[in-house]
């Protein structure tokens, strides 16, 4: 075992609680709605539904776009030596991931053993927030954290001295009053250590223990809060069943329980008094409740014209006082520049419509909420080539000019086929042609025979034009 994995397990199972607090209180508390931020649940619990539910579009694509590309030392491609030479392969092609079957495996964690978010760049780099979205702040943006020393109303990482006791006998005033297991055995929700941990690989050296601890003085928040700033804190909230204002989040006006700032008369049922040990009317900075999205209803749409999308999610309208606050849309492109799209609708705090517009170029796109300064985690969604064939041109072989032909691979079911009729009664002829060259815009392909009509196939769909013969032209 690696030397700093050692320490880890060995910390890891101590308690940094001085005096444990005795007996089980019977009032309700842990754990908390999974209703926004990610699914407190370890990575290796998930199944290929919750991988699909996220990763709903392009899976395929993903993949496939790899081949060709270099393989990654440490690849998880099942099989890294495909063609047995005893040496890994450098290239990936397409026996790295499939069997000669081609039968494919879709579960994504008979490949995807360890946890593939906490390993990507972003994470190691520490922007938390490319992912999380606003419910969490990156270390050093700039965001306020306190510097006058902690009082008896800050809140602590653990191990709170408040009261009432939770219905664990912990006390009031730290995160796992309220962010705590279920209870179950094993959990299915986990504790805040636990999941912290997960993500670490703070064993790899990626993530040190000191992002997260002052290990002089680890109940200390300080360091927490170069992640959990009070702005963000103050303004993570999800709807309560309360009657007089359902679909709609009322800062100060909701039940008690749902998150942190909607219901602030206190002392037991105040949302501000878990944290605190105390009840304002209101909290410094709350005001726009961070968004969350679960998911886009269309995940791959057509270029060319414009397309209505439905994103289901929490927190996209709220009030604070006489100000309503509503979330726009930002559709951020691959190469990070973004358009700002505003809702067709909002039906409730969980559903927004909103039109991409048809002049959208083809990628992968990133679909946020963003309501004033806070934006939500992303959605995927793609934007599909649409397949057009310009013009193809017989000259012993047929050049296709178009667009949206994406690439080729042989054997993959990218094809160009062409119809011969010689004969009217006859049935036409389908034969298929050797690609002699693809891209995106041209393909030039050799038939046995010139046929009167094309159709390419090409991973985007499918086209079909007239064949022109080229000395009709000049
Ligand atoms: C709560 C939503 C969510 C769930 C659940 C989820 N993912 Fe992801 N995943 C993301 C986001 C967001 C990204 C980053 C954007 C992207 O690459 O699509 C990502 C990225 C990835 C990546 C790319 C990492 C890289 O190298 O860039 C892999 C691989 C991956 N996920 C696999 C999985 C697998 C396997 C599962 C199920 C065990 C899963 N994901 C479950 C949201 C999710
Ligand atoms: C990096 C790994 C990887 C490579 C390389 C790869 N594939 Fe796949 N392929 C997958 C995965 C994963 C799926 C399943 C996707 C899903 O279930 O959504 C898949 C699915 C398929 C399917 C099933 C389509 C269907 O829906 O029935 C075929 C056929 C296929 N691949 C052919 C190929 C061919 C041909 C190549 C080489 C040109 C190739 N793959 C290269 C990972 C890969
Ligand atoms: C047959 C094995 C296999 C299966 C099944 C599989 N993957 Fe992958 N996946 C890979 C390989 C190999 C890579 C490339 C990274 C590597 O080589 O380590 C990859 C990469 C990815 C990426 C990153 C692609 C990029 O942008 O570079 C995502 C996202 C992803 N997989 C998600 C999934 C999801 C979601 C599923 C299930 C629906 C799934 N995978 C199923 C083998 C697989
Ligand atoms: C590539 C996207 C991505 C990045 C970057 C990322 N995360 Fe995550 N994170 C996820 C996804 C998806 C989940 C839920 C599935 C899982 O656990 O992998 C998650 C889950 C978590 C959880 C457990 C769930 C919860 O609600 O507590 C914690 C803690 C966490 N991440 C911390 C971090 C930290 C700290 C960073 C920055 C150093 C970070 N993440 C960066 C995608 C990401
Ligand atoms: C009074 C109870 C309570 C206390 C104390 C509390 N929270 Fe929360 N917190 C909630 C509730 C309820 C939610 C909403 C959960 C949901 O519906 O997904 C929430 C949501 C969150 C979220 C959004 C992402 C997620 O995983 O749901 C973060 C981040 C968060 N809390 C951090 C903290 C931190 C850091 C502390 C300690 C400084 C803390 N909370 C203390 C009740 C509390
Ligand atoms: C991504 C943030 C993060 C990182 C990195 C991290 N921890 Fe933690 N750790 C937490 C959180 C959150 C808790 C729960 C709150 C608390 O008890 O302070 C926790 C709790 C603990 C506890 C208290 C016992 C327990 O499990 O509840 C110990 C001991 C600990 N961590 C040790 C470590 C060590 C050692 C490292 C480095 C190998 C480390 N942590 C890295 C976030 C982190
Ligand atoms: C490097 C950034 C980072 C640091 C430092 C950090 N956290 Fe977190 N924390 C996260 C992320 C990311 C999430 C997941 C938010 C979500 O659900 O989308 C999270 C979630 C939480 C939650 C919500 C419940 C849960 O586990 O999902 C609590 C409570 C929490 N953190 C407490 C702490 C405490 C206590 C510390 C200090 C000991 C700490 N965090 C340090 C990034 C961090
Ligand atoms: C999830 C925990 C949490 C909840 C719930 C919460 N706060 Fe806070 N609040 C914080 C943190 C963390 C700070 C920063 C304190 C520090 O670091 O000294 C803070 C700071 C404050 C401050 C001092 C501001 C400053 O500039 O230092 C006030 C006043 C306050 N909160 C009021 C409230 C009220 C009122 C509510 C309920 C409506 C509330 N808080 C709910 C975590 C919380």
Not at 195 to 221: E, F
Not at 458 to 470: I, K, L, M, P
Request: aromatic residues 6%; proline residues 6%.
């Amino acid at each position: 075992m690696h030397a700093k994995s050692v320490l880890y397990a060995v910390l890891a199972s101590l308690s940094w609680c001085a005096a444990g607090v005795c007996c089980w209180a019977d009032v309700p508390a842990p754990p908390v709605n999974q209703a926004i931020g990610m699914l407190d649940t370890l990575f290796g619990e998930l199944a290929e539904a919750d991988c699909r539910a996220c990763h709903s579009s392009g899976v395929q694509d993903r993949h496939h776009v790899l081949y060709g590309q270099p393989i990654p030392p440490g690849t998880l491609a099942p099989h890294p030596d495909a063609d047995s030479n005893g040496v890994p392969d450098t290239i990936y092609g397409c026996l790295n991931c499939h069997d000669s079957s081609f039968a494919p495996i879709r579960d994504c964690t008979a490949c995807h053993t360890s946890n593939a978010h906490h390993k990507t760049s972003a994470a190691t780099s520490h922007d938390c927030v490319s992912c999380h979205g606003d419910v969490v702040n990156n270390i050093g943006d700039g965001h306020y954290i306190p510097t006058y020393a902690p009082s008896d109303v800050t809140p602590s990482a653990s191990c709170g001295d408040g009261l009432p006791l939770n219905s664990r006998g912990k006390g009031a005033g730290a995160c796992d009053y309220c962010h705590d297991d279920d209870g179950l055995e094993p959990p299915t929700i986990r504790t805040n250590s636990d999941l912290h941990h997960a993500t670490t690989y703070a064993l790899d050296g990626a993530l040190d223990c000191l992002v997260c601890h002052d290990m002089r003085d680890p109940l200390n928040i300080r360091v927490c809060e170069g992640c959990h700033g009070l702005d963000s804190l103050h303004n993570i909230q999800a709807d309560s069943p309360k009657a007089s204002n359902l679909g709609m989040i009322v800062v100060g006006g909701e039940d008690a329980g749902y998150g942190h700032v909607g219901q602030d008369v206190g002392p037991g049922a105040s949302d501000c008094w878990g944290c605190h040990g105390f009840s304002l009317a209101s909290a410094p900075g709350s005001g726009p409740i961070i968004p969350t999205v679960y998911s886009s209803d269309v995940a791959s749409i057509r270029a060319g014209s414009n397309a209505t999308i439905t994103l289901s999610g929490a927190s996209f309208i709220n009030t604070m006082g006489t100000k309503l606050y509503e979330s726009a849309v930002a559709l951020t492109a691959a190469d990070g520049s973004s358009v700002t799209l505003i809702p067709d609708l909002v039906l409730d705090e969980g559903t927004l419509v909103v039109t991409i517009p048809g002049d959208t170029a083809p990628g992968n796109y990133d679909v946020r909420a963003v309501k004033d300064r806070f934006s939500s985690n992303p959605a995927a969604i793609t934007v599909v080539p649409l397949v057009t064939i310009n013009r193809a041109v017989a000259d012993g072989r047929v050049t296709i000019s178009g667009r949206g032909f994406g690439g080729y691979a042989r054997g993959s079911g990218t094809t160009v086929t062409g119809t011969v009729v010689s004969r009217k009664l006859a049935p036409p002829r389908i034969l298929e042609a050797t690609i002699i060259s693809w891209t995106d815009s041209t393909i030039v392909a050799q038939f046995r025979e010139v046929p009167q009509t094309v159709t390419v196939n090409s991973v985007f769909g499918q086209a079909t034009s007239r064949v022109s013969s080229d000395g009709g032209r000049r």
